[in-house]
């Protein structure tokens, strides 16, 4: 059944919610935002054509409240709801009440997001569909001894991960079998603090992983596209920092079989909307189900550069019913996108949080440039929500161009108030690993040395300074005189080197 959709919630804030305004704007179609307290002034409340105050900052008063969230389409006559990411997006319960309301959700299916959210039930899914998985436990497990003679039979190193889990909470790395039992405890102790859920499963290591994930598009009708891969293999604590699209890594013959596969685990679970598919492929260049993300991600804009494909325009037409506008066929790649996430965090200081008032933001510009950011000069950077800024997409025709105008962005985007991790990037892009393509899901771990690479050459330059002003004035208290406003400077640099050490 075809609804045209005239006006839509968006249930989320900052670079997203603005994102997805922006596509409905270009559609026609009317905006509503919704905004905590401390959002009261954000880009995306100004963007909309109307706006709902949800509560105060703790999402658990705002954007999560789905009593808030629904009372604001009504209130506002929104026809649909579009979640964005986090918060609600992959929530069934609040896509079921959204519907039950006669709202459009614009996403997937609550069964779809239920059988993927289950790390176990979708590994079971996949095997039944012929998507590889690592080896591991069919099931959660029930008893520690059987699923220690699984790990035996997979073979040392396994991973312990948690059912209702993803992106690395409630796992452990086990290499040896007399810290088994104690790392399944372990495990199932933070999955239940994490989920109130402690099941947990078993499955291979596998060692040096790339971490490539396909978009996929299917409309109600069960037409289901890939819209090639993106690489994220550079995370830190299994946060995505950097990803691009297409990979260095996949040959044309690797990456049909993985576009088959990932097109085979949307059927699987009757997928509609835009998803992904997260596989990791080892260094034997085999490929192994990991999850699907059952809603839009992060970094598909580097998709959307390479594909000429909008994402959001593609969720809500699919939403209203319509079949997808194109066939497998009609999809080309074209170039290469990278995308930087620009977090508000320290890099030199173990990326804690860095928060303050954003006293200068000027982005980049220029040819294949692309910036969607949720904050503006002014703004406060503050702690109540994902510490993400901006993200910053170039796309360029080769991957060598590409990493040439995202160094040429990174050097141009303009941040004072807080720390980013913007030397990060420009770290990781100049970086051997990287550009070469020889990088995994190590790169932070393996590469990456906060000290070294943004504080000494800074310690240093201070040290040659250091030296000079002391040698200048041990010299002058020999009274030779040539220093002589030396003394006026106050600075005790005796003091300060000996602080210094
Ligand atoms: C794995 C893996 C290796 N072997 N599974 C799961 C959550 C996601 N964010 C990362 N996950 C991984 N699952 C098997 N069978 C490697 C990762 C992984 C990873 C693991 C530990 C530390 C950092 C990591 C970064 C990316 C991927």
């Not at 591991?136 to 029930?142: C, L, P, R, S, V």
């Given at each position: 059944m075809k609804q045209t959709i005239k006006k839509v919630l968006v249930a989320n804030r900052g670079e997203i919610a603005l994102r997805v305004m922006r596509t409905c704007y270009e559609m026609g179609i009317r905006t509503v935002a919704i905004y905590s307290t401390p959002d009261a002034k954000a880009p995306h409340v100004k963007f909309a054509d109307e706006s709902v105050w949800v509560g105060e900052a703790a999402s658990s008063e705002s954007y999560l409240d789905m009593d808030k969230v629904i009372g604001a389409a009504k209130q506002t006559d929104a026809d649909a709801i579009h979640p964005g990411y986090g918060f609600l997006s992959e929530n069934g319960e609040f896509s079921n009440r959204v519907k039950d309301e006669g709202i459009i959700f614009i996403g997937p299916s609550a069964e779809s997001m239920r059988l993927m959210g289950d790390k176990t039930a979708a590994r079971d899914l996949m095997g039944k569909a012929g998507v590889p998985c690592p080896p591991?436990?069919?099931?959660?497990?029930?008893d520690v001894e059987k699923a220690l003679s699984v790990a035996r039979n997979v073979g040392f190193p396994v991973l312990i991960k948690a059912a209702a889990g993803g992106g690395g909470k409630g796992m452990r790395i086990v290499h040896d079998e007399k810290d088994f039992t104690a790392s399944v405890k372990s495990a199932q102790s933070e999955a239940r603090n994490a989920f109130g859920d402690d099941r947990v499963y078993v499955e291979k290591y596998l060692e040096e992983p790339r971490h490539i994930e396909f978009q996929i598009l299917a409309d109600r009708d069960g037409n289901t596209v890939h819209l090639f891969e993106r690489e994220c293999s550079v995370q830190r604590r299994h946060q995505k920092v950097i990803e691009e699209a297409p990979s260095s890594l996949l040959t044309s013959k690797l990456r049909d079989e993985m576009a088959d596969a990932a097109v085979k685990a949307a059927k699987a679970c009757n997928y509609e909307g835009a998803g992904t598919i997260e596989f990791l492929v080892d260094k034997h260049q085999k490929f192994y189900f990991l999850e699907m993300n059952t809603r839009l991600q992060v970094e598909h804009p580097v998709t959307e550069m390479i594909t000429g494909i909008d994402l959001v325009r593609a969720q809500i037409e699919i939403a209203e019913g319509k079949p997808l506008p194109f066939q497998q066929n009609d999809i080309q790649k074209n170039g290469h996108a990278i995308e930087c996430r620009v977090y508000a965090e320290d890099p030199s200081d173990q990326f804690l949080p860095s928060t303050g008032t954003l006293t200068r933001h000027r982005i980049p510009a220029g040819a294949g440039v692309r910036v969607d950011s949720g904050v503006e000069e002014g703004g406060e950077v503050t702690?109540?929500?994902?510490?993400?800024i901006s993200k910053l997409s170039v796309h360029s025709a080769t991957r060598k161009l590409a990493i040439k105008k995202m160094l040429r962005a990174l050097h141009e985007y303009e941040i004072s108030g807080c720390r980013t991790t913007i030397p990060f990037c420009e770290f990781t892009l100049k970086h051997d690993a990287f550009s070469s393509g020889q990088y995994d899901t190590h790169f932070v771990k393996d590469h990456f040395d906060p000290v070294k690479e943004t504080m000494f050459e800074k310690v240093n330059e201070l040290d040659a300074l250091a030296a000079s002003l002391v040698a200048a004035l041990h010299e002058d208290s020999q009274g030779s005189g040539k220093n002589g406003n030396l003394k006026q400077t106050g600075t005790d640099v005796n003091q300060w080197w000996s602080n210094r050490r």
């Open positions: 591991g436990t069919k099931d959660a497990m029930e702690i109540n929500y994902d510490p993400m």
